[in-house]
């Protein structure tokens, strides 16, 4: 199959850029291709919203770029930030014409505060801002004739210069997907790639991405020889629900602190002031690490997030959602704390690339959480995520209708890409083995590459992780792939990535936290 632009991940950031595309080229041909169904990625469980700057009476872009490269610890690219977060509100005001609504307050948008922020500048639907915009464009995207849809497939390996026996300078041709469904894998070649994976957050035991977040696109990059950067720089949330409903761990937004939440522990004591003055709207590192401690030293799998003070109409009006969760798992907001810890939750680094998501392989674009742009630094300001996706899907968009006039390839070329090979059958005993792989992996990276870590536990997880990725070899040498083991490989070199970077980083900066290096 062979179309003019693949797109593979359909959350806001491969959505807006389909039809980003299709605004600027409408007879471009795009397929979009989703791990799952089109509504089952991060973007989906994004609750907060949307980080624009709105009401320039008591906001600015300085401030917001401020606080952005406050949370980032300086390590963010200064020259990104600043057009990021000036590009904004005309993302935003793009988004509104796409058919998203925002909660307002009479004719003006209700700005909500989160962690690390200096004025209100949350743009939000109640606390499914990610499900709604997602939605939104779904509709929009379903609606445009130059674009294609292939959901439950995986992404399993891009075509490069390797895949024609050729050497030299690199391109990407497309990529293998397979099939959730009969396990086929199909040649899918394009002009342009798209990557727009998310994140690799189920690496971890306990995170708050979904079960299809495997760092896919971070997997099939790296074995292309694709620079990927800063992936040590693994943001945890500070307030995941305690414990997981159904096998699943549901985030409590930022939000909620933002209208005033309290942070307590098991003795009842709003522990935040001992580790910052910015209390529980400190940026995220500095909370997760403090309900981090507290765990440790109460000996609990949980603090207590206080929202017994606030006006109960406020809360119900604002949070509905995370109200009905927490009923759900039997816990009044208004008469009792949530139980909340830690999860993993966001790679603030990713595949390396330019100012309109160039990487450093021609013809192969990352946008979103996959990607590396220099936005967020050592750990993202709160909110920035959705941000960063509607500003590089139009850069990204803009760049390849440029690279699509000057570089094309014949229709005869992408002819000579082979089909994937492999033939074997996996048996029920193997699929049961590469479960028991994927958990070993996530209890081992949980353990030694967490909120904290130390040199010997690097060593200890490098080591645990070479006999993961010499077993995982031996099943995708001697068996026909399917999309479990697919997940496991890509799981295995992001895992690989994250502790790599980490032994190399030598000082603790934003989420990177080695107690050999606390002074």
């Known amino acids: 199959m062979h179309t003019d632009v693949l797109v593979i991940g359909t959350g806001l950031a491969g959505l807006s850029y389909a039809l980003q595309l299709s605004q600027l080229k409408p007879k471009t041909n795009i397929l979009l291709i989703s791990k799952r169904d089109l509504l089952e990625g991060n973007t989906k469980y994004a609750q907060g919203g949307i980080a624009v700057v709105s009401n320039f009476k008591s906001d600015s872009y300085a401030k917001h770029a401020q606080d952005t490269i406050a949370a980032g610890n300086s390590e963010n690219n200064p020259r990104v930030v600043d057009f990021v977060v ?10 509104i014409t796409w058919g998203a609504n925002f909660d307002k307050e009479g004719k003006q948008l209700h700005l909500g505060k989160e962690g690390g922020h200096s004025a209100n500048r949350i743009v939000h639907h109640k606390d499914q801002s990610g499900l709604h915009v997602l939605t939104t464009l779904i509709d929009k995207v379903r609606s445009l004739p130059n674009v294609n849809l292939l959901e439950k497939h995986t992404l399993v390996d891009l075509i490069t210069k390797h895949h024609l026996g050729e050497e030299g300078g690199n391109r990407c041709y497309g990529a293998y997907v397979i099939s959730k469904d009969d396990e086929k894998i199909l040649k899918l070649t394009a002009q342009v790639t798209i990557l727009s994976t998310g994140g690799a957050g189920q690496v971890y035991e306990n995170t708050t991405n979904p079960s299809a977040a ?74 997760s690490r403090s309900i981090y401690a507290e765990i440790q030293q109460q000996k609990s799998p949980y603090v207590n997030l206080d929202l017994s003070h606030l006006d109960s109409k406020t ?25 909340v810890y830690p999860a993993a939750h966001y790679f603030c680094g990713g595949i390396d690339v330019d100012d309109h998501g ?15 742009s220099g936005l967020h630094g050592a750990n993202r300001l709160a909110s920035n995520s959705l941000l ?36 074997e059958d996996i048996s029920n005993e193997k699929n049961g083995s590469i479960q028991n792989l994927r958990k070993q992996l996530q209890t081992m990276m949980t353990q030694y590459v967490g909120i904290e870590k130390t040199n010997q536990s690097l060593e200890v997880a490098e080591d645990r992780l ?32 994250i502790i790599k970077q980490a032994q190399a980083a030598k000082e603790n900066k934003g989420v990177f936290y080695n107690l050999d290096y606390v002074n």
Request: glycine share 6%; charged share 20%; proline share 5%.
């Open 86 to 95: 000036r590009e904004g509100p005309s993302r935003l005001d793009e988004l």
């Open 214 to 287: 495997t760092g896919d696109g971070l997997g099939a990059a790296y074995r292309a020889r694709v620079r990927i950067k800063n992936l040590h720089y693994v943001q945890f949330h500070p307030t995941a629900l305690y414990p997981k409903i159904n096998g699943a761990t549901f985030l409590i937004s930022e939000a909620v602190r933002g209208a005033g939440a309290y942070l307590r522990n098991e003795k009842g004591i709003r522990f935040m002031k001992q580790y910052d003055e910015r209390m529980e709207l400190a940026p995220r590192d500095i909370v």
């Open 315 to 339: 809360v119900r009006d604002q949070f509905p959602t995370i109200i009905s969760s927490c009923q759900q798992a039997g816990i009044d907001v208004f008469k009792e704390g949530i139980p």
């Open 358 to 372: 160039q990487s450093t392989m021609t013809g192969l674009y990352a946008i979103g959480e996959c990607s590396h």
């Open 388 to 423: 960063e996706a509607l500003v590089f899907a139009a850069r990204a968009a803009a760049h390849s209708v440029e690279f699509m006039h000057e570089n094309p390839l014949p229709s005869s070329f992408f002819e000579k890409i082979p089909q994937w090979n492999g033939t």
């Open 466 to 497: 070479y006999d993961i990725y010499i077993t995982t070899k031996e099943l995708y040498q001697e068996n026909k792939l399917t999309p479990q083991l697919t997940t496991l490989r890509n799981m295995v070199s992001v895992s690989y990535l």
